[in-house]
């Protein structure tokens, strides 16, 4: 028997695991979740009674717990146990009537179609530009150079491009770090962001952020553990919406001059956002670096981001980018550059953050009169506390609508709250204020 009140049977897996190294261990677990053998919610061996049956450390089996965590495959750790990870966009289903019909997903925090700029002329533009049949070795399109420096938030040395945010943030984690650095990341924070610290082979160390930003205080008890970075959102943060004033930027400035500790700003959404756009990289220009998205902003099809940072480090991003054959498209750059200077687009983006900053208004309202108040400033989601995050998840879905577990915005998958995107929720706000009142004090 493989599981015996969803606890997975310690002699199962030893008896499969040859030689037992952190990574046979997690092979076989992986090999075992790919053909159905370990179902989603199993619980599998505690580290010590694993440990003790292979003749290893505890050490050695939770790192093959980390090597799953790092891939997805499990979730939790400590006296709760790891167990296999539910897939977080699976279907939302009641055993006993089927598919509940779903009346607002709001999971995922994804652009308005209807609210981004048009592409074609902007196309036909980039299209005709000479050259376009050559390989060009440049970092960076000079149009697309020219309109990124006139909106960037400090005077950087050098630009490169990169194929949409998370290639950014990987390029540049990737030439910062080495495999088991630490780096600093916002507690509650960008899934995505903790996605990619982990498949580097990096560890994330929590740092307490609140509405003003990340805490100086918890930077300072982080900077203890010797990180390579600090990763964090100066606006529109995800999930809280949090903005970074200019006097906290000081403050984290004041106590990162104390370390060799790099910055990397990750602006995810850009134009849309209804705060201005600053960066300690006013104060400390030589140890920032901004990976800049277009996509929320522009249109996911332009998979387009812009880093900026000195000229030593971007052109030693340029070297591997060469190396490993990796370019961004030019006809993209380009048609990223008519957009940013074009007045017919630059009107529609104003449209834009205009209706994306009524949406989490109009819900965090409707919140408040519902009795649960929320601290939302920008963003494109709504960051709400809940007595059991998966009762919460799972009464909201009962009345057909979908909320994204706040765990996954931690590195330690602490539970407690539940992520709400507004961008594509267009009405409905009270009722969806309802379901979520009534799914907050759910156990």
Sequence with gaps: MLRDDHRVATAVLTERISPPTARAIA????????????????????????????????????????????????????KAGVEVASP????????????????????????????????????LHASAQPGLSEYDKAGIAPALETASRRI?????ESLITASGSSDGLWLVLRALSVPGDRVLLEAPGSPPVIRIVRSLGLIPVEVESGPDGPSPAGLARGLKSDPVALVF?????VPTGAVTS????????????????????????????TAPDRSIGAHLPGRTVVVKSFEKSYGPDLRMAVIGGTEHFITGIH???????????????????????????????????????QRLAALSASLARAGLPIDAKDGLCAWIPVRDEDAAVAASAAEG?????????????QGGFVRVATSRLVDGYDEVARVIRLAADAV
């Design 27 to 78: 092979s076989v677990v992986a090999r075992m979740i790919r053909e159905d053998d370990l179902r989603v919610g199993d619980l599998l061996p505690k580290v010590r009674d694993l440990a003790e049956e292979l003749k290893v450390s505890p050490s050695t089996v939770s790192a093959a717990w980390t090597l799953l965590r790092q891939r997805g495959l499990v979730s939790g750790r400590g």
């Design 88 to 123: 977080d966009l699976a279907p939302v289903t009641d055993s006993a009537e089927g598919t509940v019909p779903v009346r607002h997903d709001l999971r995922l925090v994804l652009p308005d179609a209807a609210l981004l700029p048009r592409l074609d002329r902007a196309l």
């Design 152 to 156: 960037w938030p400090y005077e950087c």
């Design 233 to 237: 959102q100066p606006r529109a943060q």
């Design 246 to 273: 200019l006097e906290r930027l000081g403050e984290l400035a004041a106590v990162l001059r104390r370390s060799r500790c790099a910055v990397i700003e990750f602006d995810d959404i850009g134009d849309v956002s």
């Design 319 to 357: 070297g591997h980018m060469l190396l490993e054959r990796q370019w961004t498209s030019r006809i993209l750059q380009v048609t990223l550059a008519w957009l940013l200077t074009d007045d017919a687009t630059q009107r529609q983006i104003r449209v834009s953050r205009e209706a994306y900053g």
């Design 401 to 413: 609508v979908l909320m994204y577990p706040g765990r996954h915005s931690f590195p330690s998958e």
